[in-house]
């Protein structure tokens, strides 16, 4: 495109002169607005969900990681606004997709969204327009979906009329230190001058490092990296807790004595399954795009196996310690502690909780839950409300009560001295040694 314009976006960038469009304003695209914002970008947030764009222009968060009193403040100062009117996309320079990529019930990957926002924008890029993907996606997504779409949409053509790249969230909820603004970021983009402008504007929004790559391929490959190297260390230590068990071998205590080893080990620890956007599906990713060039992978899948079997085989103990006291699974009265997907957050996104809760409806148990964090949920046609609080009471009238997500400021003395069975998945009740308490 020439360097008196890369020259110009460069400038421009160091001088906040630009305008920045956000496509999703969810959990990725919410906390890069409010910090786009801050670095003195007027930023405009982009989502067909017209409740999502009320509150923003009302100033009310949604999203845990994102700071009320910035958002509200951002949003008086005329810095940040939303909108469901993509037609001014046209008013934006630099455009971050940030839209979701689920899978489909065949577990391939749901690249809907992602193409209906690259086919929305598409007519109202303009030349020099800046455009980065954040959405997690399989490696190639970039430049064999995302842009000839653009370029078909638009009339422009990738690296001579816009600028393409793609940089991973990044996004850990709950992380009380690491947030988007300090976490460190990698870009990739097509071509060096777009890897250059891209980079540039990153740095100048952010506080953690910017670590550019060859290629946006690199970058999506990173992506699936960080989240593979998470999945087979859980799948390996949840297979590990299956075979402690038979072997009466507390597997909390392997590990902690495991910690000990100052180099060439991470501790893992075993849980009901995985939860959240990126962990459970990534493996799906990289799985179905391998099989394009004939190539199977085996560890990754074998992982995914393990991990998405642990609600099923937390069921299963549940149900046994049901029929050690002669009760059988169908018609007991179960109570699931923790709902979220994580520790501290309201997010139930592909939570083991919610799939051990449905596993057990079919099963014919009474299940209800208790999370301060998700008073509410829908999933997958189902829907389930929080009781109101905890109390010796309440926590009597049920046959067993399940720990799925150790939240802080739960009472757990209260519930290991109930006097109920406790199946504990998280190790929550690590201080107490009672008879009536099985851990994972």
Not at 330 to 339: A, E, P, R, T
Not at 349 to 373: G, W
Request: hydrophobic letters at 40%.
């Amino acid at each position: 495109m020439g360097y008196e314009l890369k020259r110009d976006l460069l400038d421009r960038i160091s001088g906040r002169e630009i305008v920045v469009g956000v496509v999703g304003v969810g959990y990725v695209g919410l906390p890069l607005a409010v910090e786009k914002a801050r670095a003195g970008f007027k930023t405009i947030g982009f989502d067909i969900n017209a409740e999502r764009v009320d509150s923003v222009n009302r100033g009310e968060n949604y999203i845990g990681d994102v700071v009320s009193e910035d958002l509200a403040q951002m949003v008086k100062r005329g810095m940040l606004c939303a909108t469901n009117d993509f037609s001014l996309i046209r008013k934006a320079d630099f455009i971050a997709i940030c839209v979701p990529t689920p899978l489909t019930v065949h577990q391939q990957p749901d690249i809907s969204y992602l193409q209906e926002s690259a086919r929305t924008i598409a007519p109202y890029i303009k030349r020099g327009d800046i455009i980065v993907l954040e959405s997690t996606t399989y490696p190639g997504t970039t430049e064999e979906l995302l842009m000839p779409v653009i370029e078909e949409g638009s009339g422009l053509k990738c690296g001579k009329d816009f600028y393409l790249g793609f940089s991973p969230e990044r996004v850990d909820p709950g992380n009380l230190i690491f947030k988007t603004r300090n976490t460190p970021k990698v870009v990739g983009a097509v071509g060096g001058d777009a890897l250059e402008i891209i980079a540039h504007m990153y740095r100048t929004v952010l506080d953690g490092d910017i670590f550019t790559v060859s290629s946006p391929a690199v970058a999506e490959m990173e992506k699936i990296l960080e989240n593979m190297y998470r999945n087979i260390n859980i799948a390996l230590i949840n297979e590990l807790a299956i075979l402690c068990n038979r072997m009466k071998i507390n597997i909390w205590e392997v590990v902690e004595a495991a910690k000990t080893k100052p180099y060439g080990f991470q501790a893992f620890y075993p849980g009901p399954g995985l939860g959240g956007h990126c962990i459970p599906l990534d493996p799906h990713f990289l799985s179905w795009k391998a099989r394009e060039y004939g190539f199977h992978t085996s560890m990754i899948e074998a992982a995914a196996t393990v991990n998405d079997r642990m609600p099923e085989y937390c069921v299963d103990r549940v149900a046994g310690i049901l029929n050690g006291l002669e009760k059988p699974l169908s018609g007991s009265k179960i109570l699931i502690v923790g709902v979220a997907y994580k520790q501290d957050i309201g997010d139930f996104r592909e939570s083991p909780a919610i799939k051990m809760i449905r596993l057990m409806e079919n099963k014919k148990a009474d299940v209800d839950y208790y999370d301060p964090f998700v008073t509410r949920y829908e999933d997958k046609g189902r829907a389930g409300e929080s009781i109101p609080e905890l109390s010796p009471e309440v926590l009597s009238r049920y046959d067993i009560i399940v720990i799925a997500t150790e939240h802080r400021g739960i009472d757990y003395e209260m519930i290991a001295t109930a006097g109920a069975p406790v199946f504990d998945t998280r190790n929550a009740l690590r201080d107490y040694n009672l008879p009536h308490i099985e851990r994972i």
